[in-house]
């Protein structure tokens, strides 16, 4: 018993660490569109939030593309938070990296990616 609640304490203080760029967006047609400035220029993710979502997408830049993350465990629908270097639930303990995979157990799929393009120096979430 106290061993889980060590785990879930130190999940939950690395989660608190990390201080994420969070960028408040709105949902129109299906679509949120981030400016691309929004990403600071020594980080490679931020946190978009919107009224209009239960839980928060994590935006992530890779050589070529973006990540969009929806930020809901696969195991139970836990809201999930991100540090610099995975995705963790502090419910359960899953943990992800940063394509959506599962490294850690109890959750068995992926996270749910969003599809992205970039139009006019703004990426375009769709939400369908």
Known sequence: ??????????LLLESCGSSMHMYKAQVNDKKIVVPLHEFPADKNMIVVRSKDME????????????????????????????????????????VFDFDGNVLKEPALKPLKMFKTSVIDNSLIISLT
Do not use: F, P, R, W
């Open 1 to 10: 018993m106290h061993c889980a609640a060590i785990m879930g304490a130190g």
């Open 55 to 94: 839980n928060d997408i994590l935006l992530v830049k890779k050589d070529d593309h973006y990540n969009a993350l929806y930020l809901q465990c696969t195991h139970e629908g836990v809201g999930l938070s991100a540090t610099d270097k995975k995705i963790v639930c502090t419910a359960h303990g899953s």
